[in-house]
């Protein structure tokens, strides 16, 4: 929760997004699972997205 307070809902939400990003990463590099083509583009996606989300311009609640 003081995380949550200190950083916002916002940035707290992108880094969940990068969760599973993360997972994958460490299955190939520590377990040898292939990435699939169909994976690295939903990476691709979810990378272009949580910058998009991040480079918007903050507006007050």
Not at 8 to 26: E, H, K, R, W
Not at 34 to 56: E, F, H, N, R, W
């Amino acid at each position: 929760a003081e995380g949550l307070k200190r950083i916002g809902a916002n940035q707290a939400s992108l880094v969940g997004c990068i969760g599973p990003l993360a997972t994958m990463a460490f299955a190939w590099a520590f377990l040898g699972e292939v990435i699939t083509p169909v994976q690295l583009a939903g990476a691709i996606l979810v990378l272009a997205g949580v910058l998009i989300i991040s480079l918007k311009p903050q507006t007050a609640a």
